[in-house]
């Protein structure tokens, strides 16, 4: 079996509620998956849920339910979530499944075997309220810790630690030979900067007095793994890690992010395979974040965009077309509704809908809804038609360098050409002449051919959109590739077209 391109997305904090941002990050890994699998792969799409930790563990006291039973009860907004946003991936992993739980352990106590882990003491000042250790960051210019904290005291624990420090030469030499780990370019300057300073071990456990909920360490049931080495673990074990589908899912070809775990991800992750024998993975790609009129998004302001509230309002492909079309894979965006309102009348009803919409609808005026054949030949066709096969032709590269809203760019100049071709051709004007008739069929036929070749391009943004136009123009749902829009004239003449509508209604 060849491998699968597989991708992943972070595991989402269970206790939180889904925003644009989760969404935004789930979406782009979704094009992404669904790109591949368009150019003909086998691809494994990851997503999760990241259900240890304090936070859920209080939560779940404050409300009198067991932490278990309080990530079961927050899953669900999340699972829900995705079919709502046509998120196609293939698994979705929590962290308190036994098969993750089982991959942790197996792993420290191989790293402990190895002599990667050792017991150390630490001291330092520590807050009972807050349940945590307080550095200099926290404390106030007075030389005090804020109020919040209540009462901060000496504390000296044991707690162990992973050998992390060891690995930073060799981690800085991968990312220097290998340009491509670490997405865009100027994401790799950033850690490779961050790598001058010395990383230090890691802190890997907690005692499990203080933390309950979390996995207890194989070697020492009185602490439990603290958060990294538990989170960054569900990759490989959603993979596979210890069964013979491991080789075929390992190792992940892309870990999309937001920008701030790019630390966890391009320097932890890297070293804890190292240490562990495991191959590392081919890229880490850290999106931007995203703010709402130019504010960070925060439930205390109320400015939080809902995704399901836009796709109840708008629909899941305006959401993703939205999503990915305004900003490339790594900047920040910045939400505004009125932004979002021009691009879904302007590119989605206006340019896309009406290309489509009226192409079709003259075949059904002039030809009976009867696909024409085309005979009458002109240069204008040739140059639409090298234009079709050209942004075809740079659909993989697009995708491999994550040019996704490039991508869309590119397309929609497809489409726009297409409206100028409408524009010359002036079928309409043909139709009066029955001497032109035989024309007035070609330049229809090419129209069609143009939307179909704009249904597979656009297939992995807008599925739903996609499979709309391959129904209108009378093709079935057949699942389609990539190699199809690189080919023209796969329109069948003298077959009928499906039922037309409109594909996006104009809002006011
Ligand atoms: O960090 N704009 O989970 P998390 C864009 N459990 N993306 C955003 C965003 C915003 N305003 N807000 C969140 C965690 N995201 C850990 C991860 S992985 C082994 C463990 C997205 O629930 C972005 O992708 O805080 C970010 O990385 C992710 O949500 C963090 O989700």
Same mark, same amino acid.
Request: hydrophobic fraction near 40%.
């Given at each position: 079996?060849?491998?699968?391109?597989?991708?992943?997305?972070?595991?989402?904090?269970?206790?939180?509620?889904?925003?644009?941002?989760?969404?935004?990050?789930?979406?782009?890994?979704?094009?992404?998956?669904?790109?591949?699998?368009?150019?003909?792969?086998?691809?494994?799409?990851?997503?999760?849920?990241?259900?240890?930790?304090?936070?859920?563990? =209080?939560?779940?006291?404050?409300?009198?339910?067991?932490? =278990? =039973?309080?990530?079961?009860?927050?899953?669900?907004?999340?699972?829900?979530?995705?079919?709502?946003?046509?998120?196609?991936?293939?698994?979705?992993?929590?962290?308190?499944?036994?098969?993750?739980?089982?991959?942790? =352990?197996?792993?420290?106590?191989?790293?402990?075997?190895?002599?990667?882990?050792?017991?150390?003491?630490?001291?330092?000042?520590?807050?009972?309220?807050?349940?945590?250790?307080?550095?200099?960051?926290?404390?106030?210019?007075?030389?005090?810790?804020?109020?919040?904290?209540?009462?901060?005291?000496?504390?000296?624990?044991?707690?162990?630690?992973?050998?992390?420090?060891?690995?930073?030469?060799?981690?800085?030499?991968?990312?220097? %030979?290998?340009?491509?780990?670490?997405?865009?370019?100027?994401?790799?300057? #950033?850690?490779?900067?961050?790598?001058?300073?010395?990383?230090?071990?890691?802190?890997?456990?907690?005692?499990?007095?203080?933390?309950?909920?979390?996995?207890?360490?194989?070697?020492?049931?009185?602490?439990?793994? &603290?958060?990294?080495?538990?989170?960054?673990?569900?990759?490989?074990?959603?993979?596979? &890690?210890?069964?013979?589908?491991?080789?075929?899912?390992?190792?992940?070809?892309?870990?999309?992010?937001?920008? #701030?775990?790019?630390?966890?991800?391009?320097?932890?992750?890297?070293?804890?395979?190292?240490?562990?024998?495991?191959?590392?993975?081919?890229?880490?790609?850290?999106?931007?974040?995203?703010?709402?009129?130019?504010?960070?998004?925060?439930?205390?302001?109320?400015?939080?965009?809902?995704?399901?509230?836009?796709?109840?309002?708008?629909?899941? %492909?305006?959401?993703?077309?939205?999503?990915?079309?305004?900003?490339?894979?790594?900047?920040?965006? %910045?939400?505004?509704?009125?932004?979002?309102?021009?691009?879904?009348?302007?590119?989605?009803?206006?340019?896309?809908?009406?290309?489509?919409?009226?192409?079709?609808?003259?075949?059904?005026?002039?030809?009976?809804?009867?696909?024409?054949?085309?005979?009458?030949?002109?240069?204008?066709? %040739?140059?639409?038609?090298?234009?079709?096969?050209?942004?075809?032709?740079?659909?993989?590269?697009?995708?491999?360098?994550?040019?996704?809203?490039?991508?869309?760019?590119?397309?929609?100049?497809?489409?726009?050409?297409?409206?100028?071709?409408?524009?010359?051709?002036?079928?309409?004007?043909?139709?009066?002449?029955?001497?032109?008739?035989?024309?007035?069929?070609?330049?229809?036929?090419?129209?069609?051919?143009?939307?179909?070749?704009?249904?597979?391009?656009?297939?992995?943004?807008?599925?739903?959109?996609?499979?709309?136009?391959?129904?209108?123009?009378?093709?079935?749902?057949?699942?389609?590739?990539?190699?199809?829009?690189?080919?023209?004239?796969?329109?069948?003449?003298?077959?009928?077209?499906?039922?037309?509508?409109?594909?996006?209604?104009?809002?006011?």
């Amino acid at each position: 079996m060849p491998k699968q391109f597989y991708i992943t997305t972070p595991i989402y904090y269970v206790n939180d509620r889904p925003h644009i941002g989760h969404a935004y990050c789930t979406i782009v890994a979704d094009v992404i998956a669904r790109a591949h699998r368009l150019m003909g792969e086998e691809v494994f799409f990851l997503t999760g849920l990241d259900e240890h930790g304090q936070k859920v563990q =209080q939560a779940a006291q404050a409300k009198g339910v067991t932490p =278990q =039973q309080f990530c079961d009860e927050m899953a669900p907004h999340w699972e829900q979530l995705w079919p709502k946003l046509l998120i196609s991936n293939n698994d979705l992993i929590r962290t308190t499944q036994p098969r993750h739980k089982h991959v942790v =352990q197996t792993i420290l106590q191989k790293l402990y075997d190895a002599g990667e882990i050792y017991a150390s003491e630490y001291e330092g000042w520590y807050s009972t309220r807050a349940e945590q250790f307080l550095t200099e960051k926290e404390m106030g210019p007075d030389g005090k810790f804020p109020a919040e904290y209540g009462e901060v005291t000496r504390l000296k624990e044991k707690n162990y630690f992973f050998k992390m420090s060891k690995y930073q030469d060799w981690l800085i030499a991968h990312i220097r %030979d290998n340009p491509g780990f670490v997405h865009p370019d100027y994401r790799r300057n #950033e850690i490779l900067g961050f790598l001058q300073k010395p990383l230090g071990d890691l802190c890997i456990s907690r005692p499990a007095t203080r933390l309950a909920w979390g996995i207890p360490l194989p070697f020492d049931a009185d602490y439990v793994t &603290y958060v990294w080495f538990d989170a960054l673990t569900n990759y490989v074990t959603a993979a596979g &890690y210890g069964t013979p589908a491991f080789e075929q899912n390992w190792p992940a070809d892309i870990h999309l992010i937001g920008k #701030e775990i790019l630390l966890f991800h391009a320097g932890y992750w890297p070293i804890m395979l190292k240490a562990a024998g495991i191959p590392l993975p081919k890229q880490i790609a850290a999106h931007g974040w995203w703010t709402r009129d130019g504010q960070k998004m925060s439930k205390s302001v109320g400015n939080v965009v809902d995704p399901v509230a836009i796709v109840e309002a708008w629909g899941a %492909d305006a959401l993703r077309y939205y999503l990915l079309r305004e900003l490339p894979v790594g900047s920040d965006g %910045d939400w505004a509704d009125t932004n979002f309102e021009r691009r879904y009348n302007g590119e989605l009803a206006n340019d896309l809908g009406n290309l489509v919409n009226r192409s079709l609808s003259m075949i059904n005026r002039y030809c009976k809804g009867i696909l024409p054949q085309p005979a009458v030949p002109d240069p204008l066709d %040739d140059e639409l038609r090298a234009l079709a096969a050209a942004t075809a032709k740079r659909f993989p590269d697009r995708v491999a360098k994550l040019e996704l809203n490039q991508l869309l760019g590119d397309i929609w100049d497809f489409i726009r050409r297409c409206n100028q071709y409408v524009d010359q051709c002036a079928p309409w004007a043909l139709a009066k002449d029955p001497a032109k008739a035989a024309r007035l069929g070609t330049v229809l036929y090419n129209l069609a051919e143009s939307c179909r070749v704009i249904s597979i391009l656009l297939a992995p943004f807008i599925p739903t959109t996609a499979a709309k136009i391959r129904l209108q123009l009378g093709l079935g749902e057949a699942p389609i590739v990539l190699i199809e829009a690189q080919l023209w004239g796969m329109l069948v003449s003298n077959r009928p077209l499906g039922e037309i509508a409109p594909l996006f209604p104009k809002k006011q």
